[in-house]
């Protein structure tokens, strides 16, 4: 059974960084499209943040371009994501996903939520002003 376990979450002040870390077990992710999305409050949709494919392509959504990075151990199972030059607007409970889909998927695009099968039950992270 694949699990995925996020940590890494917490407060920090805007400007500020954080590394999220998802540990999976129960597959090896060097074979599968993995990523980062985020629900900036209860009842609204989650959003792609990162997403990185099975062959190493890399998708970010426009909102962190430029302010977070996407990695992946495939030795340690674990993905991660760094976060520099925090918001206020990047509070949210950030969640790592797996998809066994073959193809590259767009961070941005709004069935890319859909197509992932496995989830963690996610980090929260809240940047302060």
């Known amino acids: 059974q694949v699990q995925l376990v996020e940590s890494g979450g917490g407060s920090a002040q805007a400007g500020g960084s954080l590394t999220l870390s998802c540990k999976t077990s129960?597959?090896?992710?060097?074979?599968?499209?993995m990523g980062w999305f985020r629900r900036r409050a209860p009842g609204k949709e989650r959003e792609g943040v990162a997403i990185m494919g099975k062959n190493g392509q890399i998708s970010y959504a426009d909102s962190v371009k430029g302010r977070f990075t996407i990695a992946k151990d495939n030795a340690k199972s674990t993905l991660t994501l760094q976060m520099f030059d925090l918001k206020p607007e990047d509070t949210a409970v950030y969640y790592c996903?797996?998809?066994?889909?073959?193809?590259?998927?767009?961070?941005?695009?709004?069935?890319?939520?859909?197509?992932?099968?496995?989830w963690g039950k996610g980090t929260e992270v809240t940047i302060s002003s």
């Open positions: 129960g597959a090896d992710i060097s074979g599968f499209l």
């Open positions: 996903a797996l998809s066994t889909f073959t193809a590259m998927l767009t961070a941005n695009h709004a069935s890319t939520e859909t197509m992932m099968d496995y």
